[in-house]
Every structure is written in C-alpha cells, then in structure tokens.
C-alpha cells in the first residue's frame, strides 16, 4: 500500500492534467483492489465444480469466458476450464448466473459461436440448445458433435447464411476456413496479406448478424459487418504494440479481398482505422454495439473505442496483480462476465459505457 502511494505522489503532476475521467481511471489503476469488484451485479462461485473437475493429476489449467446471443434473443454466459493433461468442460449460464448445465470433452479448443443452420450455441465442442419455452434451461443437444478439436485453438469463428466460417492468421496473412451445416470443410483455404513490414496477427473479431436494426456507416445497409481486429508490434521497436480495426461484409467470405493487402488498399476507402497506439495483446479485443474494447500498456486498463479507431474512453477492470483472469462482453456493451481464477467465482459486472 505505501508502494503504490509513492507512486500516486511520484506521478500526481502528470495525473492533474489528465482529463477528470481519464484521472479517475488512472487513480485506480493504481489501487490494489480491481476494478470489477466496484462493478459487479451478481457472483456466482464455481469452487466446488472446478475443483471436482481439475482433481490433483494436472500440470496446468486456463480457462475462457464467451457470451453469445442467438437469433431469437437468448443470451448465454459460458465458462470453459481446461487442464493439462485433462480435457476440459463448458459450464453454461443465464444471465443470472444460474448454471444451467455442463459437460466435459477430451478435445482442448476455443470455438464458441451461434450454429449457422440450428442456432444452437457450439462451445469447445459442446452444442447446447434451447428449451420449447424461452425461460427453458439450456440442453446438451444429443446430436454428435464432429469433434474439431485443436483446430480451433486460435480461430475467431462467425455463422451467416448456412455456413460456419473460422478466421485465423499466421505469418503476417489472414486465412478463412468454410464449413457446411455438418461441419464438413469446403473451401480450399486462400490468403491475405495483413502484413505491412511489421509482425501483425489476428487477435479478435466482431460479428455483427442484425444488420435489420443495425448499420455500418461505411459497408452501408443490407451488409452484414465482420470486423476484424488486427495486432501488430511497431516497426520502431519491440516494446508498443497498435491495433488495426478493418470493416469486412460477410457476404465477401471465405474469400474476404484475397487479392488486395486489406491493410493498404482498406485505407483509402476507410475499411481499415488508422493505427491505434496504446495497445496490449495480454487479452483478445472484444466488440460491443457501443464500440471496440482493448487493453491499454497500463494493467489493469482498457480502452472503449469507435470502429474508426477514435478514443472514447478509458476504465479499469483488474487490478496490477490480478492477472488470473478471463472475460468477455455482451454485444450491446451493458455488462461482460469475469473468472477469477485465483477464488474460483465468476462475475457480472456492469461497463458503465
């Protein structure tokens, strides 16, 4: 505690030019306590669960958090925990933070998205489906599940008119994968150049399927966006890292302009944000319907900002020593769900956005 004082009065000059907001956000990033705690609406605690299921013989475990909202409006909080070795199991959630079901799977993966063809919701290789009634728990649907397995390790996966799609990059270029409603692969697999001599990868991406209520000011109306969210460590040096936001339509995939450096020939028609400095890749970037959400080089802070790349504001959610975490956020930006791995409980907090 008297640490981080030190630190308040070393920097105090510097904060009392910051902006009230922006002060706030740094006071407390400075605080011990993180910022979630301040937030949260409702807990629940999955210490017995966990610890049934990660049992003494393991070497390591992790865990995700995604949020997912179906077609008819269902929205649904999933916890994944995976051990090493071990499989892992997808714990599924109302809003509330009832648990609803869970299921265990040998396979270790990342893929979480609604079903091109059921709706259904598909985590780590688990397909839950919905009651007849809406306040109906989720189910384990009895169909089975191909199984993809470590395919899906670092693919961001969209659905759009049948077709499930997994987007992913290596080596400076974007690849898709394309799947019929069984899941059986169908496209050769192409590639575009994110690279513009400096190291960029994929690191998150933004589906946005109601394009009825919603409209991207550039793709236009009647275009289903997919934003793609692209990192990159600056050519100068190793130590800052940028962000690129890039507006694609769904209906371009799995071919998205496989001929064009999506980067370059994006900019002058305002497809690609400028490069957005101040950026972390210690966690995915998440889209929301009030903007695009990434970590700042400050621990602990993130930042809400516009598709075009412009700051909205910043917040703080974990503290500088709280570095077990895991989160996402639901797409109109109203709340996101945290794991705490060091107490086992799992979090809704509100963004206050």
């Known amino acids: 505690m008297v640490k981080r004082l030190l630190q308040i009065l070393i920097l105090l000059p510097f904060l009392l030019c910051l902006s009230t907001c922006d002060l706030i956000t740094a006071l407390f990033s400075m605080s011990p306590f993180p910022g979630y705690l301040a937030q949260t609406v409702a807990t629940t605690d999955m210490k017995a669960p966990v610890t049934e299921f990660l049992g003494d013989d393991y070497i390591h475990w992790e865990s995700d958090v995604y949020v997912l909202r179906n077609p008819g409006g269902r929205e649904a909080v999933f916890l994944v925990v995976r051990r090493d070795p071990g499989g892992q199991t997808v714990y599924a959630f109302d809003t509330s933070l009832n648990l ?37 728990p989720l189910v384990v649907d009895s169909t089975p599940y191909p199984g993809l397995g470590m395919d899906f390790w670092d693919r961001q996966t969209f659905a759009y008119s049948g077709r499930n799609y997994a987007v992913w990059s290596s080596f400076d270029w974007l690849y898709c994968d394309e799947y019929n409603d069984s899941w059986v692969w169908l496209s050769p697999t192409g590639g575009a150049s994110i690279d513009q001599g400096e190291e960029r990868r994929l690191v998150g991406l933004g589906y946005e399927p109601d394009f009825s209520t919603y409209e991207d000011p550039i793709l236009g109306a009647g275009i289903t966006p997919v ?24 209906g371009e995939y799995p071919n998205p302009s496989y001929s064009i450096d999506l980067v370059a020939d994006g900019l002058p028609t305002g497809k690609c944000s400028p490069k957005i400095r101040n950026v972390e890749d210690r966690y995915p970037v998440f889209y929301t319907r009030k903007g695009v959400v990434a970590s700042t080089r400050t621990r602990g802070t993130f930042q809400l900002l516009q598709l075009d790349g412009q700051r909205i504001k910043n917040f703080y959610i974990t503290s500088d020593d709280d570095d077990e975490t895991s989160f996402d956020f639901d797409i109109n930006g109203e709340y996101y769900y945290l794991f705490n791995e060091n107490n086992l409980r799992l979090y809704k907090a509100a963004t206050g956005f």
């Open 100 to 136: 609803e079901i869970s299921q265990k799977v040998d396979n270790h993966n990342r893929l979480h998205l609604i079903e091109a063809t059921t709706g259904d919701f598909v985590v780590g290789d688990v397909r839950f489906s919905e009651g007849p009634l809406p306040e109906d």
């Open 227 to 250: 934003y793609l969210f692209v990192f990159g460590w600056d050519d100068s040096g190793w130590d800052e890292g940028f962000l690129y936001i890039i507006r694609t339509a769904a």
